[in-house]
């Protein structure tokens, strides 16, 4: 097991934004959390990753209590994540970023270039690109890439398909497929139930901060629960969604 979150509960004032979920996520798998907007995805991320405090639980990380050590410390470790809106130097390079994310990796000079080569034709970019001039879309790409490097145990991605193109969302899954295939952990957040759901092991479904259902991907559209979240009825009797 590379990751075993308990019990964690974050409140906003007397709102409980995550109330007592569990998630486990072990070597080669990934791990789809999906559920409607303010439905608490991100903020379990927030708490798992150390972005956020959890108000109550536990951590673990490879099998040490990692719950009161700051992001940083974790990403030392093996832990990356990404964010909905991309968290990049908007005047360095493409290049740049890449050497950053690679700068603790322990390569060679010329196993560093071959690397950054391989990346930058993964995500299809210029090297000398600047962040802030890239399109969204690409600035999403980037980010991903970087939230990587060879000692990365397992990462968090959040929302990563929203705002690529189908061509791009196909170059995306071949990137996150080698990262399974490596070895890596990935818990991966969407808020659609549709969107590439088949490219997972588990899935976890939340509403109103709640787990209310963790299973096969194929499980996951006959949950009784999930569909009244996700379809229900309007007065007109069209779905909500």
Not at 45 to 64: H, M
Request: proline share 5%.
């Amino acid at each position: 097991m590379i990751l075993e979150a308990k019990g964690i509960t974050k409140r906003f004032g007397g709102l409980v934004a995550v109330n007592a979920v569990d998630l486990k996520g072990e070597k080669g798998e990934i791990v789809r959390i999906i559920g409607p907007n303010g439905s608490g995805k991100t903020t379990l991320v927030n708490c798992i990753t150390g972005f956020l405090k959890p108000d109550a639980g536990k951590v673990l990380f490879d099998g040490k209590d990692v719950t009161s050590l700051p992001m940083h410390r974790r990403v030392k470790m093996g832990l990356g994540r990404t964010f909905q809106v991309p968290e990049l130097f908007p005047m360095l390079t493409v290049e740049e970023h890449l050497r950053i994310s690679l700068s603790e990796a322990g390569l060679k000079d010329d196993e560093m270039e071959r690397e950054i080569d391989a990346r930058v034709s993964m995500i299809d970019l210029r090297k000398d690109a600047i962040a802030k001039d890239l399109p969204f879309g690409d600035k999403k790409k980037l980010a991903l890439i970087c939230s990587v490097t060879p000692k990365t145990k397992i990462v968090f991605l959040d929302e990563v398909a929203a705002g690529l193109s189908p061509e791009e969302q196909k170059r995306e899954i071949k990137f996150i497929r080698s990262l399974q295939e490596s070895g890596v952990a990935i818990v991966w957040v969407e808020h659609l139930i549709h969107v590439l759901l088949n490219e997972v092991n588990r899935v976890i479904v939340m509403n109103q901060g709640k787990k209310i259902f963790e299973g096969p991907p194929e499980e996951v559209v006959k949950s009784k629960e999930v569909l009244e979240v996700y379809i229900g009825e309007s007065p007109y009797g069209n779905p909500k969604v």
